[in-house]
Every structure is written in C-alpha cells, then in structure tokens.
C-alpha cells in the first residue's frame, strides 16, 4: 500500500535550486520539497569561492563582459540567451540573497566583496576582475543556510530522507513522483501539477571526485528509463585541484587570491599554456596542462600529481614578476581560505602555508543533464517538444549555460538564476493547470524495481561493481579520450549492467535501508554512465571539457551543436543548434 | 596498510530487543577517514550496518557519531588520530532516540532549532542594492555562520542529556548568528525565547560543545555572548 500526497508544486532535491524554486513556489502555490538528505546536507553546501555577478563593487564591470566569459568559457556551446538571462539576472540574484540575510564578506565601505575567479575577465583589458561575491571560502554553504532558513520562514513543507524512485511521466506528461520514506521504507506517491527536479550531480561514477556519495544521478536515470532523454552528456568538468588522491576540492579562489601550480622542475608551467590568464585560465585548460605535464615526466617524483602553492612567500614572489602590487601573508591567507587551508591540514597531514600541497584534477560537474528551455521546462526532444509539468534546473538540467565547459562561480549563479525562474514559472503554471489523475498502480514500476534488488540472490558485491565502474571511468572517460578507449569503456559498463543482474545485497529490512538504496543508486550511475561515454564516442572533435586525443581540434563546421541521448531501446544520438548571439565563436585562448 | 578493530554499537529496531557491539577487522590505510573504515565494514563485511554520510569531508553535517566516547564528524577524523591499541570504539550521538545502528532522530534536534526564528527579521525596505555592513560588524558574528547542524555540540552536552527540552547548544549558536547580525531586528523576541526556563541559563560551560564542534566554533563563547545579551539587555 502506497501512501499517497497532492501539491500544486513538488521540488524534488533541496539544494541551491531546489530551495529557490520552492521558496519562489510556495509565494503562490502550495509547495512540498522532497530530498533523499536533510536540505542543509545537500553538495551545494560544499560549494566555495564565490558567486559571481558583474556588481562592479571593486572595480568596474559589466554582465555583458560576465556573458561574453561564460560563452568564452563554455568553448562556444552554451546557448547565448540563457547565458543572458544568467549573467543579467544574477546581478538581482545576489542582492536578492543579501536582502535574504546572506553574510557576504564585505568591502571597506559595507558593499558586497568580490575576488578574482578564472576565466572571469575585464574583457577590454583580458586581465582578471574581480566578480566572486563571497563569504569567506564557504559561499556554498552560506547560500544552503540562507535558502533553507527562508524556506522555514515561509513554512515551506519538507519530505526529508525521502527518495524518489520513479518519475511518474507517460506521453510527455508529468503526474508527480514516486518516493520511498527512508526511515519506514514505505512507498508514497506525490500526484502534483509541476514537478522540478533539482537533485545536482551525479559525480560519483568517478573515483577521484569531489561530489558527495549522495550524488548518484537517480532522477535523470529514471527518466532515461522513462524514455527521455539527456543532454550534451560528453560534457563533464574535471576540477583542476583536487586534494592528492581524495579528490577533495581545493577552491579555485586559492588561485583568485594568488595560489600557482608548479612542477618538478619548480616551473610556473600555467606561462606556457595560458600566457595571459595564466593560473587563472579556465578550469578545462588548466587540468589537460597538469596533465600534460604528468605525461611529459614533470609530475611531482614522476607521479602525476602537481603543487598548487599558496605559500605567501611564493605567491607574493609571482605577483612581483608579474608586475602586480598586491601582496599576501600567512593571516591573509588564513582569513580568505579557513576552510580549505583546514581541508589540506586535516587530510593531508601538511600546512599550506608552509608547505606546497599536492594535487590532481578531479571529478566534478556536469554541464549537461536534463534538457530544458529558458523557462526551465523539460523538453523530450532535440525538437523542444514540452514535456508538460516537468521543469528542471541547477546541476542536473542543461539549459545551456555551461556548454562544453563551466566557469568557476557559474554553477552558484545558475542555481539561484534558473531555480527562482522555474519556481515562478511552475506556480504559474501550476495556478491554471489541474490535478491529473494517477494511475492505482502507479508506484509499480518504481517499487518492482526496488524488490528485485531485495530479493535478489545473485552473487556480486555492489560495492565491487562501482569500484570497477569508478576504475575504468577514470581510465578512459577522463581528462583525455580517445575512440578506442570509449568503446572498451562502453563494452565494459555493459559487462557491469550484466553484473549488476546478479548482485545480493545483505539488508532485507524496511527502515533506513541504505543496503538496498545504495545498490538501486548504483544502477542509476551505470546507466548515466554508458550515455556519459555513448556521447563522448559520438562527438568526434575537442570541446571544452571533452578532450578527444584522436581529433584533437575544435570543428565548429560539423559539431556546433548539442548532443540529445536516449537509452531506452538502445542508445541513439540527436543533435540540436546551438542558439549563437552577439559572439561568433572563435580560437579560444587565455 | 594497516589492521583496524572496529567495535560498532548495532541495532535494529526489526530484529533486535536491545543494543549489541558488532566487531569487525578491517584493513586501510593511516590517512583513511574514520568514514572509509565503516565503508569498509559496509561495503565488504555486513551491508546491514546503516549510517548517515554524504560530502565526505566535513562540510554536510551528515555523519557526527560519537568515536572513542567524543563527538566526531566521521569523515573529519583520520585512522592514525583515532586509532588507540589497534581498536576505534563507534556509537551513535546520545541524547536522540536511535533509530538504526548510528542513525539518530533528528527531528527533535530540528524543532529546537526552528524555536529560535533561524532567519534574518528585518521588514525594513532595503531598497535596489545590498544592505551595507561594515566589515567589522560582519565580523562580530562570523564564528557561528560556520555551523552545519552536524548536532556534535547539542548531543556532547550533559544538560541536554538531563533534559531534552534544553533547546541546545546549535539552536543558541544560530540564534547568535542572527542576534548580533547587524542588519537583523528580530533579536527581542529570540532573546525571550533563549531567556525562558529552556533557554541558555541550562548551559553550566562544561566546553564539551566548543570541544565537539567539528568547525572550530567557540560555542560556549557565543553562548556565553547570548547570555550576557539577555542579562544587559544589549546586543551592540
């Protein structure tokens, strides 16, 4: 027996977005969000440098120069008018999240603070401005606080540590969600007339990652399974810093505040990839560089790890050669970057003020996922057919702000950007549409699915499946590609859903059950992760994040254009225009 | 590599009448989290034990539990710091009802936590651009805009052990936040609500929140700086 709720608006995850969307829902409609963890867990809250917006509080800027960045950054596949409204209406998101309550580090004279951030330029001079708004190096964590404390102000309804298992859509219509209450292990059916999937990143299909286990893809899995489709998934962002071997982010506001990557040979390698922007150049040039000097033998004791220094001497060094008056001391350091000064103490055992830290790129961000319009409404085609009642946004949509590679700050922005667009756009919705019936039957498919992992005798480990998927995603769907490698890795992720036929799992209760949960999550990253490397093998250029050894160049005349993946049935690609504006795409330096 | 014994507290509202220990040998490495090490006993051992976990480096709160009789994040500590004659002694936080090996409810923890009117209260218009605030006035609350609701504080304190309608360390911590935020109006009515026979005069400042808070807040201070608000009627 199902338990079953009707809303006018379910937000399914309380991140960034999920939060926005309801806080803006539930002004008008009635609202319930519905996330596997207490919302103040959610990854948003892991987010640190900044959030930028052309605010122009330090020096002068302007959103079109953070549009042209973003376009720039994205390698040209963003699609320019969701890139405008991002860029324009962040300004209004920041201050919106003031007027909220969020304590933004502040400048002399009580403005919002701002810092450098790679690939944010002044776009006359190309040199680095300032457009990070901060608070310290935990803005992530200062925009979750904020969001759920105004969602508590507004008595905004919670379902926490629920899992949605299944998307109720049929005919491209949406009904609602299907959940399991973890604490009882009963299924309930959410009937509503606008659902948002808000559920972030689904990162964990990689070993060295900077997501949280919880990010599993479970909600563009299901609707994969619904026969939907995904979007320019070949498109995944490989941070460069990554704590040695962990994976832990190190932020890029290390770098805003003067941090370089040196090799073996104590070079300041970034001069030669990045003449201009340097250790500031965009996330996707700087990890193929690490890279590169790993292959060339320059990694630290030949491994293939870097340093990223932030020693104040050697910083300070760097900006005399560079011309540039600042300079920093240990307190400074202190002060902008506790948390991940902490992060370097307490996992590696070292003092990054005192010593350079050893680090690797590492798994963490989607640019593509769910396809949606400007207004955040799911489309079920390269076509832009609606699919009604369904929107997404943040991480795990793909509007196309981000394109083929996201600049640092950006994600922050599009959670608040397209997370309030969407919940004034499904309360819209939501106040001149009615309640669609569901079927009797309609937690079936979700709850079939669950029960077969119970039940199942089988004789695989779950957790020896995602080791080997983590192992040969990293091999092979990483920083670099190559045709050969993808398909082994295609053919290999089969092998896995092949395995997965036959796992056990050792839980066969109903509360808390995280045996199972975790074993049904893994399903969900062996499915994104076969469309992950499906979309990598089709796209036969190099763009942005997607780095193919074997056509090593950009082809605008062939690949302009966005991926559309299905599953169900096979695997089979479409492609859809990207939507050009003020600039035309061109070689891409820093 | 290195041999760690594990002795876990298990229970399982489905199957068993009291708490057991569950003992398990797991091999990892020295500068493995605490947390590696119940993944390890989860993933490879007994898939039954159930924890909450989620960032994995100290930032979501999800996984504060008590290791070796102190409340730790247990993806904040590493192997070699924890580790005591081969052997990591884990139970779930006391002072909340356990509901599953070491998943304790929550939800009491929360509702101490929504008493004290955890948002900015000012219905003042403030106009097109942001509310200016000096940065030594951003300063006088920054210790307590750390805290993650982990509950490590809350459940370390012997007096919200006594008595669970003692709102808590975390709630008054929050409250902080706000209270001596300059732009909020509200701090009044959270000074009544803290001033009550539940409020901050439960705290004795035995420091064992300050020294459970994985994010280095100086809780007893900010209590403390509660307290003294509430006895002089100032905030500023």
């Known amino acids: ?113 701002q810092r450098r951030f790679g690939g944010h330029t002044n776009n006359e001079t190309k040199k680095p401005v300032m457009r990070a708004c901060h608070a310290a190096d935990r803005t992530g964590h200062m925009i979750l606080q904020t969001l759920y404390q105004q969602c508590i102000k507004n008595n905004v309804k919670f379902f926490d540590e629920f899992q949605v298992i299944d998307v109720l859509v049929e005919n491209n219509v949406c009904n609602g969600v299907v959940a399991v209450c973890l604490a009882t292990g009963e299924t309930h059916v959410f009937q509503a007339k606008a659902t948002m999937i808000a559920t972030g990143g689904f990162g964990k299909m990689w070993r060295i990652s900077s997501n949280a286990h919880s990010l599993t893809g479970d909600l563009p899995a299901a609707l994969l399974r619904r026969g939907l489709p995904l979007q320019d998934m070949e498109f995944y962002q490989f941070h460069p810093t990554g704590i040695y071997k962990m994976g832990i982010l190190l932020s890029e506001a290390a770098r805003g505040e003067g941090a370089v990557f040196i090799n073996n040979k104590g070079e300041r390698f970034m001069e030669r990839y ?88 590492t798994a963490h961000y989607a640019m593509g996922g769910i396809p949606t319009d400007l207004d955040t409404r799911v489309l079920a085609d390269e076509k832009g057919t609606i699919v009604e009642g369904l929107y997404a ?62 039940d199942n005798p089988g004789r695989e ?85 997607h780095y193919r050894e074997d056509f090593p160049n950009r082809d605008d005349q062939n690949f302009l254009k966005h991926s559309v993946v299905w599953k169900n049935g096979g695997l089979r690609v479409a492609y859809k225009p990207v939507r050009l504006g003020r600039y035309a795409p061109t070689e891409r330096k820093y | 590599m290195i041999k760690v014994h594990l002795k876990i507290k298990r229970f399982n509202p489905e199957k068993d009448k009291k708490p057991w220990w569950g ?29 909450r976990r989620s960032c994995a480096h100290g930032v979501c709160g999800s996984d504060a539990m008590r290791i070796n009789g102190r409340n730790r994040l247990a993806c904040h500590r590493l192997i070699r710091d924890e580790i005591q004659n081969g052997q990591i002694t884990i139970e779930p936080l006391l002072g909340l009802r356990v509901i599953k090996d070491l998943i304790v409810d929550m939800e009491p923890f929360f509702a101490h936590y929504r008493s004290i009117m955890p948002y900015l209260v000012n219905d003042t218009d403030p106009g097109p651009r942001e509310r200016l605030q000096s940065p030594e006035d951003r300063a006088r609350f920054d210790d307590t805009t750390k805290c993650i609701l982990c509950a490590a504080c809350t459940t370390s304190c012997p007096s919200f052990w006594a008595r669970g309608e003692y709102v808590g360390p975390a709630a008054i911590v929050q409250a902080h936040r706000f209270i001596f935020d300059s732009r909020d109006q509200g701090a009044a009515e959270r000074l009544e609500v803290l001033g009550d026979s539940n409020g901050v005069w439960r705290c004795r400042t035995v420091f064992n929140c300050t020294e459970a808070c994985p994010r280095g807040i100086e809780v007893t201070k900010a209590i403390g700086e509660v307290k003294q608000a509430i006895a002089s009627g100032k905030v500023r």
């Open chain 2, 23 to 51: 003992e398990y040998d797991v091999e990892v490495e020295p500068t493995d989290r605490v947390l590696d090490a119940l993944h390890e006993v989860k993933w490879n051992i007994d898939g039954t034990l159930a924890l």
């Open chain 1, 274 to 361: 990045a003449p201009t922007m340097k250790d500031l150049a965009s996330r996707d040039v700087c990890s193929r560089s690490i890279y590169q000097e790993v292959r060339a033998g320059n990694g630290i004791d030949g491994k293939d790890y870097v340093y990223l220094e932030f020693r104040p001497e050697v910083v300070n060094r760097y900006f005399q050669a560079d011309g540039n008056p600042r300079r920093v001391d240990a307190a400074y350091m202190e002060k902008r970057l506790p948390d991940i000064i902490d992060f370097v103490r307490v996992y590696m055992g070292i003092d990054p003020i005192t010593q350079p830290v050893p680090i690797q790129p």
């Open chain 1, 393 to 454: 946004a943040g991480e795990v949509a793909c509007v196309s702000v981000h394109g083929a590679n996201r600049l640092g700050t950006n994600s922050l922005v599009d959670l608040v950007v397209y997370g309030k667009r969407g919940g004034i756009r499904m309360a819209e919705y939501a106040k001149q549409a009615s309640l669609r019936p569901v079927k009797q039957d309609a937690h079936k498919m979700g709850e079939a699915v669950l029960s077969a992992i119970r």
């Open chain 1, 1 to 113: 027996m199902a338990q079953y709720h009707q809303f006018d608006a379910i937000v399914v995850g309380a991140g960034g977005a999920g939060l926005m969307a309801a806080l803006y829902a539930s002004r008008s409609v009635n609202t319930a969000v519905i996330s596997k963890l207490y919302p103040t867990r959610s990854h948003t809250g892991a987010a640190q440098g900044g959030i930028s917006a052309a605010l122009g509080n330090l020096e002068p800027d302007k959103w079109e120069w953070h549009a042209y960045d973003t376009v720039k950054g994205s390698d040209f596949l963003a699609d320019q008018d969701a890139v405008d409204i991002l860029c324009r209406e962040a300004i209004d998101a920041v201050i919106d999240l003031e007027h909220m309550g969020l304590p933004f580090d502040r400048t002399p004279d009580g403005k919002i603070s």
């Open chain 1, 461 to 545: 480990r779950p957790s020896s499946l995602r080791r080997d998927l983590q192992t040969l995603m990293d091999q092979d769907v990483g920083v670099f590609r190559t045709g050969a490698g993808l398909e082994d890795a295609i053919d290999r992720i089969k092998a896995l859903q092949e395995r997965y036929k036959d796992i056990h799992i050792d839980d066969k209760g109903l509360q808390f059950n995280t045996d199972l949960m975790e074993a049904w999550e893994l399903g969900c990253l062996l499915d994104l992760a076969e469309v992950t490397a499906f979309s990598a093998l089709s796209r036969t250029e190099s763009r942005g994040a």
